[in-house]
């Protein structure tokens, strides 16, 4: 079992920054390929970016340019980096952790964005 923390959401204007953060309690959380999501109100979970094991990285179109994934084995923690937030943005935004057909998740963190 691996517990995943979020952490980092609250409100932003639009045009402006915000860094997520996703702790996981996984005793070898380096093998995990982590993930985020989002949820907007009305609408499906949808991915936004991807970092696997090896250190690869994808992102949903949309983001791409504006938000970077990158991960910290060390300190098993995940980072989501948003820059240029525009109001499609809003949501809440999910930590996941993929290893070998099982995944976990967090519960979440809101991004409120504001004109």
């Known amino acids: 079992q691996v517990q995943l923390v979020e952490s980092g959401g609250g409100l932003v204007q639009t045009g402006g920054s915000l860094n997520l953060s996703c702790v996981a309690s996984a005793t070898i959380f380096s093998v995990y390929t982590m993930n985020w999501y989002r949820q907007a109100p009305g609408k499906q979970r949808e991915p936004v970016a991807r970092?696997?094991?090896?250190?690869?990285?994808n992102y949903v179109d949309s983001v791409k340019g504006r938000f970077t994934i990158s991960r910290d084995n060390a300190k098993k923690t995940v980072y989501l980096q948003m820059n240029s937030v525009k109001s499609d943005d809003e949501g809440v935004y999910y930590c996941n952790a993929f290893l070998a057909g099982r995944e976990y998740w967090g519960q979440g963190t809101q991004v409120t964005v504001s004109s």
């Open positions: 970092i696997s094991d090896t250190g690869s990285m």
